[in-house]
Nanobody, 123 residues
Framework: VQLVESGGGLVQPGGSLRLSCAASGFTFNSYSMTWVRQAPGKGLEWVSRIDWRGHNTYYADSVKGRFTISRDNAKNTLYLQMNSLRTEDTAVYYC?????????????????WGQGTQVTVSS
């Protein structure tokens, strides 16, 4: 199983980035997929989830209206379009098959995880 994130980088506040996650080694279109982030010195935080068909999406309140999750099952790829970025969005962003409910913090021992991609929002 491999999940490989890309698209991170340095961006100014108000800017945009598009993250991608290329999946292989499992039946991608059978899993809901999730983005999780970890800011410096903080714990893992839910960001967004999309169901296996791409019909239902969920967002943390902190990113709602600014981030858009999507997937292309034909390409086995998950995306996160991030607009109106803020300094507090600075974090390592992970894609994961973690199926936990969002009433508890994400756990890295649940599901498959990528290695993460760094997003830095700074002027």
């Amino acid at each position: 199983v491999q999940l490989v994130e890309s698209g991170g980088g340095l961006v100014q506040p108000g800017g945009s980035l598009r993250l991608s996650c290329a999946a292989s080694g499992f039946t991608f279109n059978s899993y809901s997929m999730t983005w999780v982030r970890q800011a410096p010195g903080k714990g893992l935080e839910w960001v967004s989830r999309i169901d296996w068909r791409g019909h239902n999406t969920y967002y943390a309140d902190s990113v709602k209206g600014r981030f858009t999750i999507s997937r292309d099952n034909a390409k086995n790829t998950l995306y996160l379009q991030m607009n109106s970025l803020r300094t507090e969005d600075t974090a390592v962003y992970y894609c994961t098959t973690n199926q936990q409910l969002w009433d508890t913090p994400p756990a890295k021992n649940s599901g498959f995880w990528g290695q993460g991609t760094q997003v830095t929002v700074s002027s």
